[in-house]
């Protein structure tokens, strides 16, 4: 698949667009006219780049509002066509896009935009220039991919085609089966994002809030399968209007639009072939070769679970106290490195003192397992995550790490049947095989955990998840807090053994202070919370204080038994309940940016206590802002 994309997706001058185009890995790009305007390029130098990087410049856009016209204001227009189709001469450029006309239409007449647009097409073909007619999803009369492609058969000129972008077709709920009936050779270009579901206008919708594929909940998949089938073979480019990608790192930018083409190429040889086998075509079906070639990545399982969390710091004391307190045994340190093993149950966490010299502590990593962590590993490299390696001694596991957006670093692990691992020998002989101590954390595992994410890379950690582990993002919420409302988007494995929370802080909040004024935590669950509550208490823990405001609405929400009401409000524990199950848990109070959880889940119940959310933010900024 080829692969584009186009400069308004991204931050900076056009010469740092394409540098950073070039670096991700895109065969080429689409020029955004106002970036050329803009530019102290000129068009020679832009082909000459262009040239040297070796990018393809695909597609010169936008031409607005053509068709439909008066005869004097048509004169204009083609004036002004004329015009760009030199300038693309000297770009060495041969397809621009002109999209329907949404301000300037003022006759509803088919056969007069067939007219109008075949003196363009006529004009265009004097030049050597492609014209791909796209239809806006706002325009004034045309803003149907169908429609315009019946004004393409009716122009009939072979320098006359229409350009095909899912953000237009999937914003309006349009069908695509029937793009596969669509001659191939009239499809001049495809462009494609993603977006969120949103109601409200699609001209807003479309200029703020489209996001890469993957990063949305359009079925891009679906579409690209119906491009493919209808024999199309030319580019596949990338057209994002977004706030904040365009006030983002353009080289980082560029990477994750890259990965998201990757992921979608992917998905798209996978919905090919399901839907071979969906229509009884077997597996002959699902071997047809299209003119475009799909390129599939190494195939990898979900997790299976949470191998270890680390946190890294350089003063520890405060930490190791907590997890004392918690329940969590301190097996040792490790034998070559500056870093410590607590573990409870087959819940572990790593204390990393190595190059923490003055970090608070904060959640510096994760680990994962995985049936193969060098295929997973290879996997998440082809999808452009960057690499972290460990240095390692004789006898020592090797981790296969990858670099998460927001910086964690994420190590893929050898799963074992009984939950062990085998690299905690490292911190003592035997250890791998140490069965649990009794009483209430016998049975302790990693419940999930909840990571902070930069406001400009929340969406590129969502594809990072998904595409990278195989992570499957739930529809996100927004919590309220003092400081404004916290995106939460969950992304789980199919049974839930994984559960990761990514939560965007309010910009004022995550502009700067991310580590200081929000924070990331760890989830453990147990058997019995209450049992461990009373433990932890009796070390000395110090849990975070619930108001009793809340336990009077609680047992107006739920008409508790009194002696079980009156032992949440005693330990601080909180209380969600659905018809699924109940949920209890408690929240420690914070060390540096990392505070624990400790939960218990009862019958089915999947969630995280989402009511309580606010209950804690609320009680976590008093906290912060008393001391």
């Not at 595409?467 to 529809?475: C, D, V, W």
């Not at 009156?566 to 330990?571: D, I």
């Amino acid at each position: 698949m080829r692969t584009g994309i186009a400069t308004v997706c991204l931050s900076g001058t056009l010469k740092e667009k394409m540098q950073a185009c070039a670096i991700a890995g895109f065969d080429g790009i689409e020029i955004f006219e106002q970036d050329l305007v803009t530019s102290p390029l000129s068009p020679g130098d832009v082909r000459a780049m262009a040239a040297d990087l070796g990018l393809g410049l695909d597609l010169y856009q936008p031409f607005r509002d053509f068709d439909g016209v008066t005869p004097d204001l048509l004169k204009a227009n083609l004036r002004r066509a004329e015009a760009k189709f030199n300038l693309m001469s000297r770009l060495g450029m041969d397809t621009i896009l002109v999209c329907s006309n949404v301000a300037t239409a003022t006759i509803d007449d088919d056969a007069l935009r067939a007219a109008q647009l075949t003196e363009l097409a006529q004009l265009a073909g004097d030049h050597g220039i492609k014209v791909a007619y796209e239809a806006l999803a706002w325009g004034k009369y045309v803003n149907d991919y169908e429609h315009a492609y019946r004004l393409v058969e009716m122009v009939d000129h072979p320098n006359f085609g229409t350009c095909l972008d899912s953000f237009h077709i999937l914003s309006r709920d349009w069908d695509t089966a029937p793009i596969e009936m669509l001659n191939p050779e009239k499809i001049f270009f495809v462009q494609v994002a993603d977006a969120p579901k949103l109601s409200m206008d699609v001209l807003s919708w479309s200029r703020h809030y489209r996001v890469f594929p993957g990063e949305g909940q359009f079925e891009l998949a679906k579409f690209m399968g119906h491009v493919v089938r209808a024999g199309y073979s030319g580019p596949v480019s990338l057209e994002v209007f977004n706030d904040v990608f365009r006030q983002s790192d353009v080289d980082r930018t560029a990477v994750d639009a890259m990965r998201s083409l990757i992921w979608l190429e992917e998905q798209s040889a996978t919905w090919l072939a399901g839907g071979a086998e969906a229509a009884g075509g077997g597996s002959a079906a699902s071997r047809r070769r299209y003119p475009m070639e799909l390129a599939t990545l190494p195939k990898v399982s979900e997790p299976a679970g949470f191998n270890f969390a680390e946190v890294k710091a350089d003063d520890t004391a405060q930490l190791e106290k907590l997890l004392g307190q918690l329940g969590f045994g301190f097996e040792g340190r490790h034998r070559t490195k500056d870093v410590q093993l607590w573990t409870m149950g087959q819940a572990r966490v790593i204390i990393n003192e190595q190059a923490a010299s003055h970090a608070e502590p904060s959640i510096a990593a994760l680990g994962f397992d995985v049936d193969s962590p060098v295929i997973a590993s290879a996997r998440a490299q082809q999808l452009k995550a960057p690499v972290v390696a460990r240095k390692v001694q004789a006898d020592e596991e090797v981790f296969q790490g990858i670099s998460a957006p927001d910086s964690t670093e994420i190590f893929l692990c050898q799963g074992s049947p009984d939950g062990t691992a085998a690299w905690t020998r490292e911190f003592g002989e035997g250890l791998e095989h140490r069965t649990p101590s009794g009483g209430p954390g016998a049975a302790a595992v990693i419940d999930h955990v909840n990571l902070a994410q930069p406001w400009q890379h929340f969406d590129e950690a969502v594809l990072f998840y998904a595409s990278a582990l195989a992570l499957e993002p739930q529809p996100f919420a927004e919590v309220p807090s003092p400081s404004g409302l916290v995106r939460s988007q969950v992304m789980t494995t199919s049974d839930a053994a994984v559960r990761l929370v990514l939560n965007l802080a309010p910009v004022q909040q995550a502009r700067s202070e991310v580590r200081k004024t929000y924070q990331e935590h760890i989830a453990f669950a147990v058997d019995d919370l209450v049992a461990t509550a009373r433990a932890a208490r009796d070390r000395g823990l110090e849990f975070l204080q619930i108001p009793a405001n809340y336990y009077e609405d609680l047992d107006a929400r739920f008409d508790l038994e009194p002696g079980f009401l009156a032992t949440l409000q005693e330990l601080n524990l909180l209380y969600d309940r659905d018809a699924d199950g109940e949920f209890l848990h408690f929240y420690t109070a914070t060390v540096g940016s990392v505070f624990f959880e400790m939960v218990e889940r009862r019958g089915g119940y999947d969630g995280y206590g989402a009511p309580n959310a606010p209950v804690r933010h609320a009680v976590q900024y008093d906290s912060l802002h008393r001391t």
